[in-house]
C-alpha cells in the first residue's frame, strides 16, 4: 500500500510565526525520500500552503504530488498552471478546522472541473464519503480516483478505545455507552470496506484519508481495494518526537504489518 504524506501541518506551523521554519520544501524532500507521493492542500483563504510551496516542490522534489484543492474556478487555474501529477477536490468551508466531509458530487460544476483538469493531463481524485452513491457517482464522472473520507471512522475508533471522552477534546455526539460506540465503529469500517470494493469493481482506484493515525491506521491499511492511504496531521505530530523521516518509516511499518 502507498503512503502520501500531507504537509500542510509542516506549513501550519511556519505560519504560526510567519518565518520560514520549519520549511517546506525541506520536509518535501524528506517525504520523497521514505513516502511515495507528498500532499498538499492550498486553501482559498491561504492559511498554510502556498503557492510557491507547490512551485518549488514540483522542481525540486521526484515523487508524484497530490494537490488537494476546492473546485473553484481560480484553484482549477492555478492547479493547470501548475499541474501537478494529480488533484483531489475537496469541500471547502474558511470556518473549518480541517475537511468535514465528502464533496457533494451533485454540485454545479464537478464534471467540468474533472474535464479541465484531464485536458491538462492531471490524474483526478474526488474525495468523498464512504456511501455506495457517491461511489457509483464518482465512477459516472470519470474520476481516476476517489479518496473515502475516513473522518467518522477514526472519531469513533478514538471515542471507544481512547479516553478522549474526558478531555476537552471529546466530540459530543460521541459520548455514548460503549456498545453503541462499538456497533458504529465495526458498521463504519464495513462502510469503508464495501465502499472501496464497490470502486474497485467500477474501474475506480481507491485512496483513504483523513483522522487516520497510529492507533486506527491497520483496520484500514487491511482493505485490499485501497491501495493508497493520505495522513498528515498524525504524521507530523510524532515527528516533533522523533523526526520526520522516523514518523513516516514508523506509519509504514504498521501500514505494511495488516
Known amino acids: 500500500m502507498l503512503l502520501g504524506v500531507n504537509i500542510d501541518h509542516i506549513a501550519v506551523l511556519r505560519e504560526a510565526r510567519q518565518v520560514d521554519e520549519p520549511n517546506v520544501l525541506e520536509a518535501a524532500l524528506i517525504v520523497a525520500r521514505n513516502a511515495e507521493q507528498i500532499t498538499l492542500h492550498i486553501r482559498e483563504d491561504r492559511r498554510h ?11 525540486h522534489c521526484k515523487c508524484p504530488v497530490n494537490l488537494e484543492c476546492a473546485n473553484d474556478e481560480a484553484m482549477l487555474s492555478l492547479a493547470c498552471e501548475f499541474a501537478p501529477h494529480r488533484v483531489t477536490l475537496v469541500p471547502e468551508k474558511r470556518e473549518e478546522l480541517t475537511t468535514e466531509g465528502g464533496l457533494n458530487l451533485e454540485s454545479k460544476g464537478i464534471l467540468k472541473a474533472i474535464d479541465t483538469l484531464k485536458s491538462h493531463d492531471i490524474e483526478v481524485s474526488l ?40 478531555t476537552p477534546y471529546k466530540i459530543k455526539e460521541l459520548d455514548l455507552s460503549r456498545f453503541e460506540l462499538r456497533s458504529r465503529l465495526e458498521k463504519e469500517l464495513e462502510r469503508i470496506k464495501s465502499s472501496a470494493n464497490l470502486g474497485l469493481n467500477l474501474g475506480l482506484k481507491i485512496a483513504a484519508g483523513h483522522g487516520l493515525n497510529y492507533k486506527n491506521v491497520e483496520e484500514i491499511a487491511k482493505i485490499q481495494a485501497i491501495c493508497e492511504l493520505n495522513i498528515g496531521q498524525s504524521i507530523v505530530a510524532r515527528a516533533v518526537f522523533v523526526g520526520l523521516e522516523q514518523a513516516i518509516k514508523e506509519m509504514k511499518a504498521l501500514m505494511n504489518a495488516s
Open 49 to 59: 500552503v502556498k503557492e510557491h510551496d507547490l512551485e518549488t516542490i514540483l522542481k
Open 127 to 166: 474525495f468523498i464519503d464512504p456511501n455506495e452513491a457517491s461511489v457509483k457517482k464518482a465512477a459516472a464522472l470519470k474520476a481516476d480516483f476517489v479518496e473515502l473520507h475516513t473522518g467518522a471512522y477514526a472519531n469513533l475508533h478514538s471515542a471507544f478505545y481512547t479516553n478522549i471522552l474526558k
